[in-house]
């Protein structure tokens, strides 16, 4: 029970500091406005950390998994509300933003995994226990490079 009090405190602080750090930036740099309605849903994100490093603890998978799908639910109709009650969460330049950041992302990830590929090609002959490491990485840029060759192909048609 102990245990348990002194974690939310913990979570209790580390929301309240982390609230109070976004205000403080958001008077700073202006959007005050947009920040604060954002406030909310970083707030949920904390606590869906909470709960699921809590169930991963207890080794509940199904709390786990049901914190993931209940978060995303409430902070999805969360945005749907803000949007309806007219605040504008995108524009064309978040858009064109969050595009260039994915592609970004996408290419250090299918690198850095391509180096991981090479490293643990030449170090699973010397240690074998890497083999399933290597094949992991192998499989994951191969379904990480099939998957953006298909969503290019099917977006050059529909756009």
């Known amino acids: 029970m102990n245990e348990l009090i002194v974690n939310f405190l913990i979570w209790a602080l580390i929301v309240v500091s982390l609230t109070s750090i976004w205000l403080y930036l958001?008077?700073?740099?202006?959007?005050?406005e947009k920040k604060k309605?954002?406030?909310?849903?970083?707030?949920?994100i904390l606590t869906m950390g909470y709960i699921m490093g809590w169930a991963v603890s207890k080794e509940n998978l199904a709390t786990a998994f049901a914190t993931l799908i209940v978060g995303a639910l409430i902070i999805q109709l969360?945005?749907?509300?803000?949007?309806?009650?007219?605040?504008?969460l995108e524009?064309?330049?978040?858009?064109?933003?969050?595009?260039?950041?994915?592609?970004r992302t996408l290419q250090v990830f299918i690198i850095t995994l391509a180096f991981i590929v090479i490293y643990l090609s030449v170090a699973q002959q010397r240690n074998p226990a890497l083999r399933d490491a290597f094949i992991l990485a192998e499989v994951l840029l191969a379904a990480v490079m099939l998957l953006h060759m298909?969503?290019?192909?099917?977006?050059?048609?529909v756009m």
């Open 91 to 103: 524009d064309e330049r978040t858009l064109r933003i969050e595009e260039i950041s994915a592609r």
């Open 78 to 88: 969360y945005y749907s509300s803000l949007r309806r009650k007219g605040y504008v």
């Open 26 to 32: 958001s008077k700073k740099f202006g959007d005050e």
């Open 37 to 44: 309605a954002l406030i909310p849903a970083v707030i949920v």
């Open 150 to 157: 298909a969503f290019r192909a099917y977006y050059s048609r």
